[in-house]
């Protein structure tokens, strides 16, 4: 069984196209995240909710809006999609107890052209 | 404050030798320190974590050393495998007010091992 599974796995579209990509978890975790990969391997946090309640929100376009229906799936959506979001994003989760272990999904590459 | 400082950017190893990468940080209100493992085109999985109240911790061939007057840590990988060939990151995390801080990571260091 998949921890964390992310929809899809690559997207490929236009600049100035909208696009969500979709996650969720099946470990019973309070807390979930998103985070960027860019070309050069880095992993920076983009948001971050627990129990459906956007705790942790870094510097991010407004073009990214994340959203929460339950705490089992964070979706993320990407509005005017420029060359620059291009990377990989992913979705993890933790418990809300510590050590706060983050599991993460298998990631979705986005091209954009 | 928030950085953690990883190197080497690059390792190579000869199969059976020992891969060390070392990250450095400076919040010391840093409570957690995981090491994730990312094979290409999979996402971070966890390796191996540790407390700052232990100065090692060893699972396996993997031991992470700690020192917390210094604000270093260390992955160390014994008889190291061309299966390990992998990007590595080390991170940190605090908490505050019983609420999860965020986990800051180390900029990764790609390691191959030849065979």
């Known amino acids: 069984d998949t921890a964390v599974s992310q929809t899809p796995k690559y997207l490929v579209t236009q600049m100035g196209n909208d696009k969500s990509i979709k996650c969720e978890q099946n470990l019973g975790h309070d807390t979930m995240y998103w985070y960027k990969q860019d070309s050069k391997k880095f992993l920076k946090i983009m948001f971050s909710?627990?129990?459906?309640?956007?705790?942790i929100n870094e510097t991010v376009p407004n073009r990214f809006s994340p959203k929460s229906p339950d705490k089992a799936h964070l979706n993320l959506h990407i509005n005017s999609l420029e060359l620059g979001d291009s990377a990989v994003y992913f979705c993890?989760?933790?418990?809300?107890?510590?050590?706060?272990?983050?599991?993460f999904g298998p990631g979705t590459r986005l091209t954009v052209t | 404050q928030q950085q953690v400082k990883q190197s080497p950017q690059s390792l190579i190893v000869q199969k059976g030798g020992i891969s060390i990468i070392n990250c450095a940080y400076e919040?010391?209100?840093?409570?957690?320190f995981p090491w994730y493992q990312q094979f290409p085109g999979k996402g971070p999985a966890l390796l191996i974590a540790i407390r700052p109240d232990v100065s090692e911790k060893k699972e396996g061939r993997f031991t992470i050393s700690f020192n917390k007057s210094a604000k270093q840590f260390s992955l160390h990988i014994m008889d190291s495998q061309p299966g390990d060939s992998a990007t590595y990151f080390c991170a940190a995390k605090g908490s505050r007010r019983g609420r999860s801080e965020k986990l800051v990571f180390g900029k990764g260091t790609k390691l191959t091992v030849n065979p």
């Open positions: 909710y627990n129990n459906k309640e956007l705790i």
């Open positions: 993890a989760s933790s418990p809300s107890s510590y050590p706060y272990e983050q599991y």
């Open positions: 919040n010391t209100a840093f409570d957690y």
